[in-house]
């Protein structure tokens, strides 16, 4: 091989080896779900039209837990995480987790999208250096490969939402009403998947005109974009039973709705600063608001800066909400601290605490990346519903949350609903048994106890009414959750879990 084709002069290789090698490592390792989101309301949902079918028996679309004024979500997501799901069934995939390997797979090698754009990005408005540096940033910062796998529509979203913003600039810049097409299409995707992102998107082509004055491609922007907007109109018609059902269910669903976890205005802007490192942050975020990044990249600034006041002003504020924008923040962060190399200001004049300041970033990213890559999140809650699932002779199963009120991730043991009893509180098993609830229930094959201490005493009073039990396995926390009770033990469970299987 000569020295021109040779590996190391492609630095665009190189970065796509290591993002596309880091998230192999996390579709084998990093299992399980990072939030209530990216299970319940995508594979658990997709899992039971799998099943049961899309519609339930009075022709509304099946969605546990939708509230009264129906479904607040679009159906496309899930529509593709059943079709996944389909192509696995095919070949004789029937246990969730094992499927969950090809999920995690097609959705780390949709989050290559961001990596692949975000290089060409700076490529072409940078130079090489400053492309290799932002493309490791999207490769390898600590929770890119971590997010990459998750059914989080937020992250799915950000996987188009750069793409877009990339063709919206070439679009721009050549006059091409192919890319501005393009980037409408893509936009819509994003909007679809998330249709929060529309906040972003309705500031693209104004950009493009304070930009450049391309009103024919701001224009066919606007078009592409709208067309999506109707088709995702017309398949609500089909999933909600009504044009735009979603989007209108949600705005109707959040008036005057009570926050789930509300936030001061600028929590997000704390949480970038944070996941950015800080102090190393501060250099990096600050150089985003340059004049000259404002300027030349009004782009990708004005979208990310609408999404992020957007965001700032809803009361509302859960952490994965802002990710759409975290690839932008991550090329921006680049551009903004290549303006600094080329300007005579204190970057320059301060070589040793610009380069402290990086490698301060890349030991702390290393070591979280490390951590993250392979987290099995809430495994201590999955790990006994795949023992579950490999059992011949579970016909009743009694779920104890008594300790750690939960939702119990019962897709990955695909099984019939009046197979599964819950209880929340001792009172309520005491209850359930004196009013003859268990009967028909009782003596349950095996009983998962969620509990970090006390399996003991559960299973004293469990055997103490059920008959006898001996422990068959154990659900061990995550490698994340063991480090988080040793250093707050009183505000963080290891979420280890027991099984026990009732002795014949």
Known sequence: MSPKSSL?????????????????????????????????????????WLHDGLYQPDGTLRWEGKPDIGVMRSAVYNLFLLGLMKITSA????HLDTHMYFNRLVH?????????????????????????VGGILLAAHFLMPYLAVRNLVEMVAADF?????????????????????????????????????????VLVPIAMVIRRRVWRQATAFTIALAGMIVLQGLIDIQTHGKFLGSFTN????????????????????????????????????????????????????LPMMAFLIGHSLIINKQERFIIPIFP????????????LTQSDGWHNRWRRLRLGLWVWFAVINLVLLSAFTVNYEHRGAVDPLVYLSRQPDVRKVLFDCTERRMFVPQSYWQYDRSSAFTIYSNLEF???????????????????????????????????MLGKYKLVHHGKPSLVDVVLNKLNPKYNHRNESWVLGRVK
């Open 108 to 132: 780390a090698l949709l989050s290559l999208l961001p990596v692949i754009f975000g290089y060409r990005y700076l490529k072409e408005e940078t130079n090489e250096r400053t492309a290799a």
């Open 91 to 94: 070949f004789g995939v029937e």
């Open 328 to 339: 932008i923040l991550l090329v921006l962060g680049c551009v903004g601290v290549y303006y």
């Open 8 to 48: 190391f002069t492609r630095p665009f290789l190189i970065i796509l080896a290591l993002a596309l090698g880091l998230r192999l490592i996390a579709v084998v390792f990093s299992q399980g779900f990072m939030a209530h989101d990216d299970h319940y309301e995508t594979i658990e949902i997709a899992n039971s």
């Open 161 to 201: 939402l750069f793409p877009c913003l990339y063709f919206a600039t070439t679009g721009m810049k050549r006059e091409s009403d192919g890319d501005a097409v393009l980037a409408g299409v893509l936009g819509g995707v994003a909007f679809m998947i998330r249709m929060q992102v529309l906040m972003a998107l």
């Open 430 to 464: 005491y209850q359930a048994l004196a009013q003859g609830k268990l009967l028909s229930f009782s003596p349950p094959d095996y009983i998962v106890v969620f509990s970090d201490d006390n399996l003991i005493q559960h299973q004293d009073l469990l055997t103490s």
């Open 250 to 301: 949600y705005i109707a669903g959040n008036l005057g709705a009570a926050p789930t976890i509300p936030g001061p205005w600028y929590n997000y802007i704390l949480l970038l600063l944070g996941v950015m490192v800080p102090p190393f942050s501060l250099l990096f975020v600050g150089s985003v608001f340059q004049w000259r990044v404002i300027r030349n990249h009004i782009v990708l600034w």
